[in-house]
């Protein structure tokens, strides 16, 4: 009949607007370029990649710190401080240690069995280090040591320096980010040192001042006396 044909007519219509609609989904799909999908992955990859060397800085400069403040407060003992003072130094030192305890940067890096170990064995040696620097009244038996750890790492020190041979073997043996935390952490505490051995040397010269007043007060009333 012809309201059948109208209807067949129509369905037909139909199925051949669904086929267009479901042909021109593929084809807005499959415009998408693969190039630009790699771009954006190759954007993101970049980003990750910022985000793990900030974590690394960061946890970097969290560790020197706490060496530094280790490092501050087993010289205090060799300081000409008064009781009551390295006390109070003390007590600040423990606070301050403390609050940087507080602060936690992680990151996870995946080790082989062999990285681990040479990992285990430059913590050890950091870990002499700056018992050394905390020993040295000088500071100039922890700088040349700590100069030559950074010369194994392929760090710029300052006149030549002889590298470490184990230091430099171990720290080769480590992971890529670790060689990376490890030359960071050098550097810092190089400088430190430097820091700690420049106000050692400025308190050598009040404390020699007030030794060379207190003599020659002490000859002007001998001299007034006699007069």
């Given at each position: 009949?012809?309201?059948?044909?109208?209807?067949?007519?129509?369905?037909?219509?139909?199925?051949?607007?669904?086929?267009?609609?479901?042909?021109?989904?593929?084809?807005?799909?499959?415009?998408?370029?693969?190039?630009?999908?790699?771009?954006?992955?190759?954007?993101?990859?970049?980003?990750?990649?910022?985000?793990?060397?900030?974590?690394?800085?960061?946890?970097?400069?969290?560790?020197?710190?706490?060496?530094?403040?280790?490092?501050?407060?087993?010289?205090?003992?060799?300081?000409?401080?008064?009781?009551?003072?390295?006390?109070?130094?003390?007590?600040?030192?423990?606070?301050?240690?403390?609050?940087?305890?507080?602060?936690?940067?992680?990151?996870?890096?995946?080790?082989?069995?062999?990285q681990v170990?040479?990992?285990?064995?430059?913590?050890?040696?950091?870990?002499?280090?700056?018992?050394?620097?905390?020993?040295?009244?000088?500071?100039?038996?922890?700088?040349?040591?700590?100069?030559?750890?950074?010369?194994a790492c392929?760090?710029?020190?300052?006149?030549?320096?002889?590298?470490?041979?184990?230091?430099?073997?171990?720290?080769?043996?480590?992971?890529?980010?670790?060689?990376?935390?490890?030359?960071?952490?050098?550097?810092?505490?190089?400088?430190?040192?430097?820091?700690?051995?420049?106000?050692?040397?400025?308190?050598?010269?009040?404390?020699?001042?007030?030794?060379?007043?207190?003599?020659?007060?002490?000859?002007?009333?001998?001299?007034?006396v006699a007069?």
């Open positions: 009949s012809q309201d059948d044909l109208k209807e067949n007519v129509a369905q037909q219509k139909s199925t051949e607007s669904d086929n267009d609609d479901t042909s021109s989904n593929i084809e807005r799909t499959e415009e998408v370029p693969p190039d630009s999908i790699r771009e954006v992955l190759d954007d993101v990859e970049a980003q990750i990649e910022k985000v793990r060397e900030s974590v690394i800085r960061l946890s970097g400069e969290r560790d020197t710190l706490i060496e530094l403040l280790d490092s501050i407060g087993g010289s205090l003992n060799t300081t000409s401080l008064s009781d009551l003072h390295k006390e109070e130094a003390m007590l600040e030192v423990d606070r301050l240690k403390c609050r940087v305890g507080e602060v936690v940067c992680q990151l996870s890096i995946r080790r082989m069995p062999c170990e040479a990992l285990k064995g430059v913590e050890e040696e950091m870990a002499r280090l700056v018992d050394t620097v905390e020993r040295d009244v000088s500071g100039e038996v922890g700088e040349q040591m700590c100069a030559g750890f950074l010369a392929g760090g710029e020190v300052v006149g030549a320096r002889q590298s470490c041979q184990k230091f430099e073997k171990m720290v080769l043996g480590c992971a890529v980010e670790d060689q990376k935390l490890i030359r960071r952490r050098l550097v810092e505490l190089m400088a430190q040192i430097k820091e700690i051995r420049k106000a050692g040397k400025v308190m050598d010269e009040d404390i020699e001042k007030n030794k060379e007043l207190a003599t020659n007060g002490k000859d002007e009333k001998q001299i007034s007069q």
